[in-house]
């Protein structure tokens, strides 16, 4: 069974950063490309950032509404994907979802992507 824990959700004042984390298996970490989704209250699951197995290889892609302010990376020793996000708006309030799944076109879509962890909650005051 494949799990997925989130870590690092809390509260913050508009141009502050948090650091999300979510560690996988091993096997998964080095075989699925991982990415971060956020939901809003009322919103649909939307896509944040995604990064390609093994830690990357240099393979990233962002949400046009996040790109400069959020970073992924990944660390192989510990199969573990962070997410820095800095200069957060009130509007990057949501809980935001690991996912696990395959690297390629349609990334960005929920529905491609195999495994979602139970969230955690970030939440930017202004």
């Known amino acids: 069974q494949v799990q997925l824990v989130e870590s690092g959700g809390g509260l913050v004042q508009a141009g502050g950063s948090l650091r999300l984390s979510c560690t996988a298996s091993?096997?998964?970490?080095?075989?699925?490309?991982m990415g971060w989704f956020r939901q809003a209250p009322g919103k649909e699951r939307e896509f944040v950032g995604a990064?390609?197995?093994?830690?990357?290889?240099?393979?990233?892609t962002y949400a046009e509404s996040v790109e400069g302010r959020f970073t992924i990376s990944g660390d192989t020793a510990q199969s573990t994907v962070y997410m820095q996000m800095n200069s957060l708006k009130p509007e990057d309030t949501a809980v935001y979802f690991c996912?696990?799944?395959?690297w390629g076109p349609g990334i960005e879509r929920a529905s491609n992507m195999n495994y979602f962890g139970r969230g955690t909650q970030v939440t930017v005051s202004s």
């Open positions: 996912a696990a799944g395959a």
């Open positions: 990064i390609a197995g093994s830690g990357g290889r240099g393979l990233e």
């Open positions: 091993p096997r998964t970490f080095s075989s699925s490309a």
